[in-house]
Structures are given as C-alpha cells and as structure tokens.
C-alpha cells in the first residue's frame, strides 16, 4: 500500500490543523494505521492507532484530549485532528499502516509508511 500524508504547516499556539493520509493500492480496510512524529534529533514517536473497522482507538498520553484519529475506509483515507497545539508539537508527522494490531505504539510494529509532513507550532 501506498501512503500519501498532507496537511501540515506553520501555526500558532493553540491553533488547530488536520492532518490526511491517502492509501492507495490494496484494500484500505485491510490495515490498521498509526500517525507517529520525529522531531529534529529525537526518536520517531507514536501519536494515535486506529483499528481496521471498529474505529477503536490508541493514543499518546501526550495527545490524549487534543488529538483525534479517524478514518474514512470509503476514502481510503485516515485523520489526525489536532487541537490545542504546542510548540511541542512541532515535528514531521507520518502515517504508517499495519496488517497487525492496532494497538501497537512501536514504530517496527507497521509494515508501510507515507513520505511525512512538517507540522511547525510556534509560540
């Protein structure tokens, strides 16, 4: 499958963006997916998972409140709504999918992963 993520950019504290992700060319509903985030010099750090079909739901405790994953399987699209920014927040974001769980927060748990986009929160 083929990841596509947009959405990101430049916003103040506080603020709020959507983040998308596009699959492409196998059954989206297959996969389990996943938003992670790499700030410069850190570790690539789970965000939020969503199930397959259900819609269930794993998040960061650093997110809990503020961020929303969803998903569109008539789309083949997933969704990371994100409220309340800090600049803490500031990293490049990826979406990954998995034909596990989706209750897996590491990122070797995720077979395919999209290209990122830059989410920059200034204060």
């Known amino acids: 499958v083929q990841l596509q993520a947009s959405g990101g950019g430049l916003v103040q504290a506080g603020g709020s963006l959507r983040l998308s992700c596009a699959a492409s060319?196998?059954?989206?509903?297959?996969?389990?997916m996943a938003w992670f985030r790499q700030a410069p010099g850190k570790e690539r750090d789970f965000v939020a998972s969503?199930?397959?079909?259900?819609?269930?739901?794993y998040y960061a405790d650093s997110v809990k409140g503020r961020f929303t994953i969803s998903r569109d399987n008539a789309k083949n699209t997933v969704y990371l709504q994100m409220n309340s920014l800090k600049p803490e927040d500031t990293a490049v974001y990826y979406c990954?999918?998995?034909?596990?769980?989706?209750?897996?927060?590491?990122?070797?748990?995720?077979?395919?992963w999209g290209q990122g986009t830059l989410v920059t929160v200034s204060s």
């Open positions: 990954a999918a998995s034909t596990g769980g989706y209750y897996n927060p590491t990122p070797r748990g995720y077979d395919y």
């Open positions: 060319g196998r059954p989206f509903s297959g996969y389990a």
């Open positions: 969503i199930s397959r079909r259900s819609g269930a739901t």
